[in-house]
């Protein structure tokens, strides 16, 4: 019964470490919105929604991450605690018109 309870606390506090949810939407091959702000120093959960038919992939070289989002469906990327700073991602199969940044103030 002791562990069940160290088990709960544990997870209250593992789930307090992460900030609210962020959301970026594919639409039109396009990012939105293309610049998406989060606070730094903390874990973060960013929901991606491919709204558009055809498959997207969120990378990013500078966060260390590279997800495909199929097409109408969502994705869970989490990412920090991070530096205050700027870090791109884009989405591979449209790189000329999808690209984006998250700002990290």
């Known amino acids: ?3 069940l309870a160290l088990f709960f606390v544990a997870l209250f506090f ?3 470490a992460i900030a609210e949810d962020y959301t970026l939407t594919i639409k ?3 990012f939105q919105p293309a610049e998406l702000l989060v606070p730094s120093g903390k ?3 960013i929901t ?3 709204e558009d038919k055809t498959p997207a992939e969120f990378e990013s070289s500078d966060l260390d991450r590279e997800k495909l989002v199929q097409g109408n469906s969502q994705i869970d990327i989490y990412v920090g ?3 205050a700073g700027k870090y791109g991602f884009f989405d591979d199969f449209h790189e000329d018109t999808t690209k ?3 700002i990290v103030k």
């Open 1 to 3: 019964m002791r562990y």
């Open 14 to 16: 593992a789930g307090a």
């Open 28 to 30: 039109d091959h396009k």
């Open 43 to 45: 874990k973060v959960k």
């Open 48 to 50: 991606v929604k491919n």
């Open 81 to 83: 605690p991070l530096n």
């Open 100 to 102: 984006g940044t998250l």
